[in-house]
């Protein structure tokens, strides 16, 4: 963020002031509001999330046929075919998994997903597969996520919708170009006018 900052400055030194009210608008305005989403200084759901390549779904009840509930603890994984090794804690007596990849793929990748009684261990991408992949774990997840380096809390890897996002975020564009359209229209007529008064 600091480095957008100079950069613009050093920019703005050498822009006519004619210029300087187009420059604000199309330029700084919009680059400002990339910046803090990409960067996260708004947090929570408008910053994009670059580093986080598995969403983890926590889940917690069965619903039988005759439509009794019973506690089920199990965890659902989507992970994104992008290059990173993570390891997700998840309790289980007898560990397996079901997951998305086909059999043979599931062969292929049996070094890049392993799991055992205490959680699972992903290093996607995975071979031959370019696209997300569904892993459903039964047993109970743990409060944290083992990555190169140290550990991360659960809670921020956890699945979040998606919808109420793009609405805001569109709607936060929307009003910045309209910012730059009323910047560049109404600052010229100002700066005519008072040349017209002097």
């Known amino acids: 963020m600091l480095e957008f900052v100079k950069w613009v400055l050093e920019i703005a030194k050498r822009i006519e002031p004619g210029d300087f009210a187009k420059f604000c608008a199309y330029l700084v305005a919009p680059g400002l509001v990339f910046v803090a989403v990409v960067s996260g200084v708004f947090g929570g759901p408008l910053s994009f999330d670059m580093e986080r390549p598995i969403a983890i779904s926590e889940l917690r009840t069965q619903m039988t046929v005759a439509g009794q509930p019973s506690s089920s603890p199990g965890v659902a994984l989507i992970v994104e075919p992008i290059a990173s090794e993570s390891r997700i804690r998840v309790e289980s007596d007898q560990p397996s998994f079901w997951t998305s990849l086909s059999p043979e793929s599931t062969i292929a990748n049996k070094d890049r997903l392993v799991i055992d009684r205490s959680g699972i261990t992903a290093k996607p991408p995975f071979l031959g597969v370019p696209d997300p992949?569904?892993?459903?774990?039964?047993?109970?997840?743990?409060?944290?996520?083992?990555?190169?380096?140290?550990?991360?809390?659960?809670?921020?890897?956890?699945?979040?919708?998606?919808?109420?996002?793009?609405?805001?975020?569109?709607?936060?564009?929307?009003?910045?170009?309209?910012?730059?359209?009323?910047l560049t229209t109404v600052i010229p007529v100002g700066q005519g006018n008072d040349q017209a008064a002097s």
Do not use: D, H, Y
């Open 133 to 182: 992949v569904t892993i459903v774990i039964p047993g109970q997840l743990g409060k944290e996520i083992e990555v190169p380096g140290g550990t991360m809390p659960v809670e921020n890897w956890q699945l979040t919708a998606r919808r109420s996002a793009s609405i805001l975020s569109g709607t936060l564009l929307a009003c910045v170009f309209a910012f730059g359209i009323a």
